[in-house]
């Protein structure tokens, strides 16, 4: 007895298109999870932390210096820390420290917020630029 074969098997071609697609696959890949490695955007290194209370600017650090420090606003008091280029929220006050949960930042564009505290931390280049916060583009 012999075994029937479908009849379909790869052709060369076949083999191309998936390489093709694969290697499509790893460069989106790359511009989703590697976004300032492969778009070439200058990093300056002078990273600032900007801390905005009630949507107005209050302070601004350097990333680069280790800095703990305590913000007290009406509506609550956080405490954050900048240690090895990061800003990490390290205590509240508030009720769900979805601020606390959210990690280190070191990024331009970067935030931590606390909305129970209207307090809002910042990742932004030396020059101030948002890393993606300013617009594309005007239309009038």
Not at 10 to 30: E, M, R, Y
Not at 87 to 115: F, K, P, Q, W, Y
Request: proline share 5%.
């Amino acid at each position: 007895m012999t075994k029937k074969t479908s009849g379909l098997r790869p052709l060369p071609g076949d083999w191309i298109l998936l390489c093709l697609l694969s290697a499509a696959g790893l460069l989106l890949t790359g511009f989703l999870y590697l976004p300032g490695a492969l778009s070439g955007a200058p990093s300056t290194g002078d990273a600032q932390l900007e801390i905005y209370v009630d949507g107005a600017l209050q302070e601004t650090l350097p990333l680069s210096e280790e800095t703990e420090k305590t913000v007290s606003t009406s509506h609550g008091t956080n405490t954050f820390r900048i240690r090895d280029g990061a800003a990490s929220m390290t205590e509240a006050n508030c009720g769900d420290h979805t601020c606390i949960r959210t990690g280190g930042i070191s990024r331009a564009g970067e935030t931590i917020v606390c909305l129970p505290h209207r307090l809002v931390l910042r990742i932004a280049d030396g020059d101030g630029k948002q890393g993606g916060a300013a617009p594309d583009a005007v239309v009038r």
